[in-house]
């Protein structure tokens, strides 16, 4: 008999802003069982868990995303200067040395 129980995929972010954690989950169903490990039931079941992942990984980027906007919003009602979002928006993912 098939195991049809859920288990989860979850992932956890943490930040010295938050005091707890935020969690993220999606349900997944496990594979079924086969002994082929090519089998149709493994890359369906391959096929829904990377579209849980990408599912996960947009409430994870709507998260932070709203979390850069309250802290955007937070600086600036705090007398912090304003990053200029242009230079900001070039240089993303980038190190950026100043002289």
């Known amino acids: 008999m098939a195991n ?10 943490t930040s010295p802003n938050i005091s707890l954690p935020k969690q993220f989950s999606h349900d997944i169903l496990p594979p079924a069982p086969s002994s082929s490990p090519m089998s149709a039931n493994n890359v369906a079941h391959l096929s829904a868990l ?3 992942v990408l599912q996960l990984q947009s409430s994870i ?7 850069m906007e309250e802290d955007k919003a937070s600086s600036a009602t705090n007398g912090h200067v304003a990053l200029d979002e242009a230079k ?3 240089n993303y ?6 002289d």
């Open 88 to 90: 900001e928006e070039q």
């Open 4 to 13: 049809s129980s859920q288990t989860q995929l979850t992932a956890s972010y």
């Open 61 to 67: 980027n709507d998260f932070l995303t709203q979390k």
């Open 50 to 52: 990377r579209s849980s």
């Open 93 to 98: 993912g980038e190190e950026v040395v100043e």
